[in-house]
């Protein structure tokens, strides 16, 4: 199963509530800088994740926005500097209570002139 590519960055006012967006957002995505994550998920994922960013943001004062880039999209993109680009995994981690720093994403660097790219790029 492949998911599509999200890049979701969030900021708040509120520490506790930006806090929070990170502490959840970890559990679905990658940090690539402070408030902006990378990730591949499919819908029902997509969903659950949408529902807790929902429940966890003040709409009046805080801003979250999710960019879903199609393939051609994603072929635009310029990643300079680490962590490199995420790949899609061809398996999703299930993750217990109290395990949440024992998943390692696997992150590769691809150069977009590259004619062997993976087909999901």
């Known amino acids: ?13 509120s520490n506790k509530r930006r806090t929070k967006l990170h502490k959840m957002l970890k559990n679905y995505a990658v940090s690539v800088q402070k408030s902006v994550f990378e990730t591949f998920l499919d819908g029902p994922g997509f969903d659950k994740m949408m529902q807790k960013i929902y429940a966890l943001m003040d709409s009046s004062v805080d801003s979250v926005r999710v960019y879903g880039l199609s393939r051609s999209a994603q072929h635009q993109m310029h990643v300079l500097g680490f962590p490199g680009r995420l790949k899609d995994p061809d ?4 993750r217990l209570p109290g395990q949440s720093d024992q998943v390692n994403r696997q992150i590769i660097d691809t150069d977009p002139d590259d004619e062997e790219l993976p087909d999901w790029l």
């Open 1 to 13: 199963m492949k998911g599509m590519f999200y890049i979701i960055c969030y900021d708040s006012p």
């Open 91 to 94: 398996f999703y981690f299930i």
